[in-house]
């Protein structure tokens, strides 16, 4: 039989070698080599068709399949070559060729698909194709890939041919599947989900106006159903389908459409369903708002829009406000579809709103009204005054205005709340509000700015004045800017002879609000000035404390954040802020003898820390010329105690931090770390050098930590942004001997250490390749007795987000999955260096563990789990609280991520949970647990058998002297107790 079919399909020529070995000898790859000697002329489909002849008459069907399978590839690659007459005839071919053996089907239905997409296919062809298959093919017991190649073949002809006259059979035959009921089968290696399925039979619904008049009704007759999921995909589809449909196909559906989305809004259990109706509503009005309306023509939209009215508006005047909500929704989902249905619904439903608001005199329900009504006014906010002649809402104004009023002077906190967001939005509409009606506002604003009672009103008016400002900078610099100086000037003055905690506390919140109005160049001129002379008198009073001082350079750090997106703003306040700050601090760190009445508090670590914080913020977007012009001078400030562009630089001493043996002056290497570590990368460093040098020797060489680590961690800054070449090699040579004399016995392994840490930090960031040396190099301190659990602390560091030097922020050099790189590089010599360990220092690797795995994304720890999760066990066995805690928070995830492989260890785990939930440390207790807690996520039939031993042990904590802890012990013990009942 095999040799008759060989004879039978023994064509002559190179062309006939091709065919032979698809047909005979099984190999696909002659396809694509057929394919291109069409497409290069050297021959013709006419030629393949003639070479293909015999086998194609052969008697059986799987060699003919095979033949056609061929000639089917070709045709998918070369379809745009083929000349009418060409596709006429093989069109013909194809269709006789459907009524052949089931095993030739799937070729021909690949050429037809070919054939489909053919620009010169004649007209009345795609009919006698789509014909020909709906007579010939049981498309139902296709395979899922041919099931696939039909839908492709009517896809194609709708795209280009929807003329044809078999819309309601094209329809019947795709809309039997809707809406989709499929389960995936287990293990299925084409992974399609129903999703998947849903949104492509959505695509084919959707996709043509000719399916209208069939696939409203049903659309309707399964949005009226029971099913839930019948419900959600109707109205998903109902959406997409107004995507591509006008007026002419909607009309005689509109008033069922809308029935049925009243009823699902107004009567729904379910949220989602509820959201996709007012969805489906939305999209059909602004499908009625695109149409372009002819002289005589029905306006659809007005009429749409009426029904609405008339079956909502109503709710909204009831007493009880049932429905009041459901009916806002609905007209809001309408009336944001576009400007015409906006102007016609809000016409009708402010003035009612607004009447409703007098008439209640209740907060909760003036809240409720208010909280519509604001829905309404974001809404006209959206579609703005294009094309318009006058502002939409000029004729509301008054009342407007006077409501918002009502509800500011509400002693209500909720109500203000809703009054603020309305305000808002109000002003944002250009040319509404006069100048007297902001400052009414802004009366109010100040006003709630100063409420002691309730921090919720206090922080939303701040807000709000930051937004207002923006549009208004005029009104808020003449009438807001100089109460605020006044409050700061006259606080200053009671605050030297004493004061009480509300006067302080008025005085921080002015502090705020003078930050928080900071939103516009031009009022940053006014406000920054204030703010600066406050930090004059801040620290230099008789009365004056650290806390006072912070919150000025907080409010200094939010105005230097609201600049950085307006460069002249930057420029000003970095020239006029930084150039203070350095001022005020140099003169802090004279002698007292030299300054008798000026205070140390800006030498104090956290007051330091927050000056860092505004000159790092103030420094990170300058421009690379502005931030040259600013670093030439800023440098020889420290280098050589250059101190001519200090706004005060009347000191009887010199300032010379390196140099000079006074701690205080050394202090203040942390504001050089500051502004050198947030520069972009490519602004030159003058004598960088005789810089890097002298950060090395104060951060091995001084005994004030805190002076040390700021030079290590700026000299760590400066070495991972510079450029690769000589010039780094020798820093990192010079800071490695640094390091190693450090580390031998002596009075600076501590300040040896630090500077270890932060240059493997800088080299981590940027992939080193020195990088693994030093990580190396600090593993091997976990052995050491002195600096172990330090070594084993730096792991955290080196994994962490640092807020003053060496982020991205700063223009630090990060390279992307910098952490995954060295877990990877690490993790293994941890685990190594912890078996070979003595004792008395495993704790230091457990502890260094638990920090490496606590930062790392998920997705790449779980593959690792297996192996590292009984040594994650044991570290909890550790007394640390530190390592207990670190690793209590890296288990937790993981029992909700990877629940089979924590089964398997659920004795041991519950034994020690249970255990730290007695631990001495709160926040051990608390972590434990949560992990108790998350327990219950595992398989119920691995849980049970533990349920009451965890009951009877959770009773203890529910003890606990920290309310924090009974309410975690509360949670877990609730959800223990309902495990394996029904419905849990």
Not at 608 to 630: C, F
Not at 731 to 738: G, T
Not at 782 to 804: Q, R, V, Y
Request: proline content about 6%.
């Amino acid at each position: 039989m095999a040799a008759a079919a060989k004879e039978a399909v023994a064509p002559t020529g190179a062309l006939g070698g091709l065919v032979q070995d698809f047909v005979v000898g099984q190999q696909d790859g002659p396809a694509a080599e057929v394919a291109a000697d069409v497409k290069s002329g050297r021959c013709t489909i006419l030629q393949v068709v003639e070479a293909l002849g015999s086998c194609l008459e052969n008697p059986e069907p799987r060699t003919r399949g095979r033949g056609i399978q061929l000639l089917s590839q070709v045709l998918l690659q070369c379809h745009p070559l083929l000349l009418e007459k060409e596709v006429v005839h093989l069109t013909l071919f194809y269709e006789n060729q459907l009524k052949d053996h089931h095993l030739v089907i799937p070729p021909v239905l690949q050429g037809l698909r070919a054939l489909s997409m053919c620009d010169v296919l004649p007209p009345g062809l795609a009919v006698s194709v789509l014909k020909a298959i709906f007579q010939e093919v049981h498309v139902q017991s296709l395979t899922q890939m041919d099931r696939h190649t039909v839908y492709s073949i009517i896809t194609n002809f709708m795209r280009t041919r929807e003329e044809g006259p078999f819309v309601e059979e094209l329809f019947e035959v795709t809309s039997c599947y809707f809406p989709v009921d499929f389960t995936p089968p287990p293990n299925d290696p084409h992974g399609i989900q129903r999703e998947d399925l849903i949104l492509s039979l959505r695509a084919v619904l959707a996709s043509t106006p000719r399916f209208a008049e069939f696939l409203l009704p049903l659309l309707i007759e399964k949005v009226d159903s029971e099913m839930l999921s019948a419900k959600l995909d109707s109205l998903q589809t109902l959406n997409a389908c107004c995507a591509v449909y006008g007026q002419k196909e909607l009309k005689d559906f509109l008033p069922s459409l809308w029935a049925s989305i009243r009823r699902e809004v107004f009567q729904t259990a379910s949220e989602r369903v509820e959201a996709e109706g007012l969805a489906a509503l939305h999209s059909l009005s602004a499908c009625l708002s695109r149409s372009v309306l002819e002289a005589d023509a029905e306006d659809l939209l007005d009429s749409f829009l009426s029904s609405i009215l008339e079956d909502c508006r109503h709710h909204l005047c009831e007493p009880d406000m049932k429905l009041v909500w459901p009916s806002a929704k609905l007209l809001q989902a309408a009336s944001g579809a576009s400007a015409r249905a906006c102007d016609r619904i809000t016409s009708t439903v402010i003035p009612l709103l607004l009447e409703q608001f007098n008439q209640h005199s209740q907060s909760s329900q003036r809240r409720t009204i208010l909280e519509m009504l604001l829905g309404f006014l974001k809404l006209q906010q959206k579609w703005g005054n294009e094309d318009k002649d006058e502002i939409p809402l000029s004729g509301f104004k008054a009342p407007l205005c006077s409501l918002i009023s009502l509800a500011l002077a509400d002693p209500s906190t909720q109500l203000q709340l809703v009054g603020i967001r309305a305000l808002t939005v109000l002003g944002g509409q250009p040319g509404l509000l006069s100048s007297e009606d902001l400052e009414v506002a802004i009366d109010h604003l100040y006003r709630l700015s100063f409420l002691e009672e309730d921090s919720q009103s206090c922080l939303a008016a701040m807000e709000a004045s930051g937004t207002l400002a923006t549009l208004y900078p005029t009104v808020f610099i003449s009438h807001l800017v100089p109460r605020l100086a006044e409050e700061l000037r006259t606080g200053d003055l009671q605050w030297a002879g004493g004061e009480g905690p509300s006067r302080r506390a008025r005085r921080l919140r002015c502090l705020q609000a003078l930050s928080a109005v900071s939103t516009h160049p031009s009022i940053v001129r006014e406000t920054l000035p204030v703010l600066l002379q406050h930090l004059r008198h801040a620290h230099r009073g008789d009365k004056a404390d650290s806390s006072e001082v912070i919150a000025v350079c907080r409010s200094l750090h939010l105005v230097a954040g609201q600049c950085q997106q307006e460069p002249e703003s930057c420029w000003y306040f970095h020239q006029t802020a930084v150039p203070c700050l350095l001022a005020l601090a140099v003169q802090a760190a004279m002698p007292e003898k030299d300054v008798p009445n000026l205070g140390k508090l800006l030498l104090e670590e956290d007051v330091l820390a927050a000056m860092v914080s505004v000159i790092s913020t103030a420094s990170t977007h300058l421009s690379p010329e502005l931030a040259a012009q600013s670093v030439a001078l800023i440098v020889p400030l420290f280098l050589d105690g250059n101190i001519s562009f200090l706004s005060e630089n009347s000191f009887p001493s010199k300032f010379l931090p390196f140099q000079n043996s006074s701690s205080e002056q050394k202090r203040l290497v942390a504001l050089l770390m500051a502004f050198v570590c947030s520069l972009p990368r490519n602004v030159e460093i003058p004598q960088l050098d005789r810089l890097m040098q002298e950060l090395l020797t104060l951060s091995c060489h001084h005994d004030v930590l805190f002076s040390c680590t700021a030079a290590a961690k700026c000299f760590a800054g400066l070495l991972n942004k510079h450029p690769a070449g000589q010039q780094l090699d020798e820093f990192l040579q010079k800071a490695m001997e640094k390091v190693e004399a450090g580390l031998s016995p002596g009075s600076h392994r501590t300040q040896a250490f630090t500077l270890l840490l932060w240059v493997t930090k800088a080299l981590v960031l940027r992939y080193h390749p020195l990088s693994s040396c030093l990580t190396d190099r600090l593993m091997g301190l976990l052995n050491d007795a002195e600096l172990g659990p330090a070594a084993a602390d730096g792991f955290s560091l080196l994994m962490a987000d640092c807020p003053d030097v060496l982020h991205r922020a700063g223009h630090a050099e990060i390279r992307i999955m910098f952490r995954q790189r060295f877990f990877t590089d690490s993790v293994p010599a941890l685990v190594q260096g912890f078996h070979a360990a003595h004792q008395s220092v495993k704790p230091n690797y457990l502890k260094g563990l638990s920090h490496v795995l606590n930062s790392l994304p998920k997705p790449v720890l779980l593959p690792e789990l297996p192996t590292l999760l009984s040594l994650l066990l044991e570290a909890l066995s550790c007394t640390d609280c530190v390592v207990q805690l670190s690793t209590l928070s890296c288990l937790q995830p993981l029992l909700l991520d990877a629940p089979q492989v924590m089964s398997l260890h659920i004795n041991t785990l519950v034994t020690k949970f249970l255990n730290l939930s007695c631990s001495p440390s709160m926040a051990v207790r608390i972590a434990a647990l949560q992990c108790v807690h998350a327990l219950t996520r595992l398989p119920t039939p691995v849980l049970l058998p533990y349920k009451m031993q965890v009951i009877r042990a959770l009773a203890k904590p529910l003890d606990d002297k920290k309310r924090l802890v009974r309410r975690e012990a509360v949670t877990a013990r609730g959800a223990w107790f309902l495990l394996g009942s029904p419905g849990s």
